[in-house]
T-cell receptor
Framework: EAQVTQNPRYLITVTGKKLTVTCSQNMNHEYMSWYRQDPGLGLRQIYYSMNVEVTDKGDVPEGYKVSRKEKRNFPLILESPSPNQTSLYFC?????????????FGPGTRLTVT | GDSVTQMEGPVTLSEEAFLTINCTYTATGYPSLFWYVQYPGEGLQLLLKATKADDKGSNKGFEATYRKETTSFHLEKGSVQVSDSAVYFCALSGVSGGSNYKLTFGKGTLLTVNP
């Protein structure tokens, strides 16, 4: 089954404790992105990657890091989480080319930073 | 930059009522337009899409028409069901900085359908 998976689905942590949210897709997509969803703000892009070893900032990159060492994986790293990073996070992927640039989303990771 | 404005709601309807959720956009070029749905506790699912002007996307009884002259992509359904209760997001895809094929989302509309 074609899918994007994320782990963990739920995470409660404390300020300053480094964490990683994993994302993996099995569709051989070149592009991957991370979004955060906050009430009243919709979804905003954090980082994106065009292919292995190629990443760049989205609209709200502060406080986050990413890496793309393998095509299928795109982890999101919070080196020193703060309460304002409490949010619902989605990973997404899509193939290069095509007409619509439709993106495929993972199930989400709900992060709480206390 | 690109932006999407959608009716924020919340919207509460009775079963079998007619649904419209308005969505307008600002974008350069010719974006593709999408409606995504998020059921309680779940991730985002693509509901329908349209890739060019006058295209009509449809799925599960929902429809939306890409209107370039009014820069709109309103979501409609003739008879909603309780199972349609969810948050609906309008989105457009565009290219930012020459390589970032990102989605720009509206803020979402919470729909509750009562029996």
């Amino acid at each position: 089954e074609a899918q994007v998976t994320q782990n963990p689905r739920y995470l409660i942590t404390v300020t300053g404790k480094k964490l990683t949210v994993t994302c993996s897709q099995n569709m051989n997509h070149e592009y991957m992105s991370w979004y955060r969803q906050d009430p009243g703000l919709g979804l905003r892009q954090i980082y994106y990657s065009m292919n292995v070893e190629v990443t760049d900032k989205g609209d709200v990159p502060e406080g986050y890091k990413v890496s793309r060492k393998e095509k299928r994986n795109f982890p999101l790293i919070l080196e020193s989480p703060s309460p304002n990073q409490t949010s619902l996070y989605f990973c997404a992927s899509h193939p290069a080319g095509g007409m619509s640039y439709e993106q495929y989303f993972g199930p989400g990771t709900r992060l709480t930073v206390t | 930059g690109d932006s999407v404005t959608q009716m924020e709601g919340p919207v509460t309807l009775s079963e079998e009522a007619f649904l419209t959720i308005n969505c307008t956009y600002t974008a350069t070029g010719y974006p593709s337009l999408f409606w995504y749905v998020q059921y309680p506790g779940e991730g985002l699912q693509l509901l329908l899409k349209a890739t060019k002007a006058d295209d009509k996307g449809s799925n599960k009884g929902f429809e939306a028409t890409y209107r370039k002259e009014t820069t709109s992509f309103h979501l409609e359904k003739g008879s909603v069901q309780v199972s349609d209760s969810a948050v609906y997001f309008c989105a457009l895809s565009g290219v930012s900085g020459g390589s970032n094929y990102k989605l720009t989302f509206g803020k979402g509309t919470l729909l509750t359908v009562n029996p």
